[in-house]
Antibody
Framework: EVQLVQSGAEVKKSGESLKISCKGSGYSFTYYWIAWVRQMPGKGLEWMGIIYPGDSDTKYSPSFQGQVTISADKSISTAYLQWSSLKASDTAMYYC?????????????????WGQGTLVTVSS | QTVVTQEPSLTVSPGGTVTLTCASSTGVVTSGYYSNWFQQKPGQAPRPLIYNTSQKHSWTPARFSGSLLGDKAALTLSGVQPEDEAEYYC??????????FGGGTKLTVL
């Protein structure tokens, strides 16, 4: 059974750093892109970026480039999303999802399995 | 900046049919946008329903179907059930691995 299990909720202060995780199981983690999606309170979904665990090829949405870092450790089937200095506006639910890509670049495809979400709360 | 537009809200009666649409600020939505549709209920992660315009996942109920309608992508629910009340999001792919989600449609079953 394919599963993506995310790390637990976090409460942080502005300026602190944070790294949340998404652990895959039940499939070959190395060979599927992992996407990160943000959902701010009461708002819609926003695509943040993707990573290919096999070679750590990473692509970011322009809105999130330079604001977060996406990484992965294929040896433990885990992808990460991290911030070096959190802001109150980073308060949101963050989801990871598996991307089944139609090509090797991750430029098109579909999301099939999703993590349960990690709620990040940042106080000022 | 590319904007993907959905109806903010729709209401349908149980057993009825409703169509949700997904428009692109760049123009006509074609099969090359590989549209995806997701259902999200309060407190839950999004659940994929449709990909590649009209393909269903193994778990997608038969009453959900995807298509292109005019210049938009569309999701049609036929024989709506009370449990279909949820927020629905489309996703369109643009060049360079830069997909964009629509703003979502809140579907009320009443």
């Amino acid at each position: 059974e394919v599963q993506l299990v995310q790390s637990g909720a976090e409460v942080k202060k502005s300026g602190e750093s944070l790294k949340i995780s998404c652990k895959g199981s039940g499939y070959s983690f190395t060979y599927y892109w992992i996407a990160w999606v943000r959902q701010m309170p009461g708002k819609g979904l926003e695509w943040m970026g993707i990573i290919y665990p096999g070679d750590s090829d990473t692509k970011y949405s322009p809105s999130f480039q330079g604001q977060v870092t996406i990484s992965a450790d294929k040896s433990i089937s885990t992808a990460y999303l991290q911030w070096s200095s959190l802001k109150a506006s980073d308060t949101a639910m963050y989801y990871c999802a598996r991307l089944v890509s139609y090509d090797s670049s991750g430029s098109t495809g579909y999301f099939d399995y999703w993590g349960q979400g990690t709620l990040v709360t940042v106080s000022s | 900046q590319t904007v993907v537009t959905q109806e903010p809200s729709l209401t349908v009666s149980p057993g009825g049919t409703v169509t949700l649409t997904c428009a692109s600020s760049t123009g006509v939505v074609t099969s090359g946008y590989y549209s995806n549709w997701f259902q999200q209920k309060p407190g839950q992660a999004p659940r994929p329903l449709i990909y590649n315009t009209s393909q269903k996942h193994s778990w997608t109920p038969a009453r959900f179907s995807g298509s292109l309608l005019g210049d938009k992508a569309a999701l049609t629910l036929s024989g709506v059930q009370p449990e279909d009340e949820a927020e629905y999001y489309c996703l369109l792919y643009y060049g360079g691995a830069q997909p964009v989600f629509g703003g979502g449609t809140k579907l009320t079953v009443l």
